[in-house]
């Protein structure tokens, strides 16, 4: 989170590979959007959880989610090219 308040960062990807309640990542996305230095970062998700429950990325305030890593990426790529788009 020190990181994310001294840098430019556009979007964090995570993954979510342990068994974390639904409360806890949501806490903890809303924690990381607070420290953040840009008041547009985008949160992308995947990982494990999510291939078992490819909406949870929206109960937990992510803004995408991606179950493949190889379309990851290009997710990711266009959550920040929305954000140029709308500013």
Do not use: C, M, W
């Not at 008041?39 to 494990?48: E, H, M």
């Not at 992510?62 to 954000?83: H, I, K, M, Y």
């Amino acid at each position: 989170i020190v990181y994310l308040g001294g840098q430019d960062v556009d979007v964090l990807g995570l993954s979510l590979s342990g068994v974390t309640s639904e409360k806890a990542l949501k806490k903890q996305i809303s924690h990381l959007r607070e420290g953040a230095r840009n008041p547009n970062l985008r949160i992308i998700v995947g990982g494990p959880q999510l291939v078992d429950d490819p909406e949870l990325f929206t109960r937990i305030g992510a803004d995408d989610g991606s179950t493949n890593a190889r379309t990851a990426p290009s997710r990711a790529a266009s959550l920040v090219a929305a954000t140029i788009r709308h500013s």
